[in-house]
C-alpha cells in the first residue's frame, strides 16, 4: 500500500493539470450523467480531466491483480486526515460487493485520492445497508434524484429534449452537492457555487 508520509510524496502520482489538457476528453463522454457531471462541474469553475489514466493494484485477498480508470479527475482537493486528497469522480450506477471491495482496494494503494460516487436514487435503494455503510467508510457517496417533477409527465417531448433536461436537472442537482463538501481548489481556496461568487463581484 502507498501511504504517504507528506503531501509531497503524494503528488508523485497525482494527475496533474495543464491549460492545454484540461476537458481534452469533452467529446469522448459515455452517456447523459457523465455529461451532467461535465456541466456541473464547468458550471462550478472546477478543472478536471476525463478518464486521464490507468491505475493498476492487487486485490490482495483474491491475489489478482485489477485496473481502474476513473471518470472524472478534478483539480478540487478534500481535506481529510491533515492532507488535500484529489477528487476522483465516478458515475457508476451498478454496485456489488465485487466492485465495492475493488474501489476499497484502489483507495487504499492510492491513499491521495478521495472517491465520490454519484449514485442515482434507484441505485442507491437497491444497496443493503452492510454495502452503503462499507462504502461510506473510505468514500463519499452523493445520491442523486434523477426525476424532474417538472417533466416527468410531458410524453410527447422528443428525446433530445428529454436528454437535455435531464442533464440540466442532475447537473443542478449535483451542484448544490458538491458545494456543501469541504472543497478547495489547488490554492486551498474553498469552492464555492458560482452564483454565490457572483453576489461578491
Aim: proline content about 2%.
Amino acid at each position: 500500500m502507498q501511504t504517504f508520509k507528506n503531501q509531497n510524496e503524494a503528488e508523485l502520482i497525482e494527475v496533474k493539470f495543464d491549460s492545454s489538457e484540461i476537458n481534452h476528453k469533452k467529446d469522448d463522454l459515455k452517456g447523459w450523467r457523465e455529461k451532467a457531471v461535465s456541466r456541473a462541474l464547468e458550471e462550478l469553475g472546477i478543472d478536471y480531466r476525463y478518464e486521464p489514466k490507468e491505475y493498476q493494484f492487487q486485490l490482495h485477498k483474491l491475489g489478482i491483480n485489477s485496473k481502474y480508470k476513473p471518470d472524472f479527475v478534478l483539480d478540487a482537493y478534500y481535506k481529510e486526515k491533515g492532507f488535500d486528497k484529489q477528487v476522483i469522480i465516478e458515475t457508476h450506477t451498478k454496485f456489488d460487493w465485487y466492485y465495492i471491495k475493488r474501489m476499497k482496494e484502489f483507495s487504499k494503494e492510492y491513499n491521495n485520492f478521495k472517491l465520490i460516487f454519484v449514485m442515482p436514487l434507484l441505485t442507491n435503494k437497491g444497496l443493503s445497508k452492510q454495502q452503503l455503510n462499507y462504502l461510506n467508510r473510505f468514500s463519499i457517496v452523493l445520491t442523486i434524484n434523477e426525476t424532474n417533477e417538472k417533466s416527468k409527465n410531458k410524453n410527447r417531448v422528443k428525446n433530445n429534449y428529454q436528454n437535455d433536461n435531464k442533464i440540466k436537472h442532475m447537473a443542478n442537482k449535483l451542484k448544490d452537492s458538491l458545494t456543501k463538501l469541504p472543497l478547495n481548489d489547488y490554492y486551498h481556496n474553498p469552492i464555492k457555487n458560482s452564483k454565490e461568487l457572483l453576489r461578491k463581484y
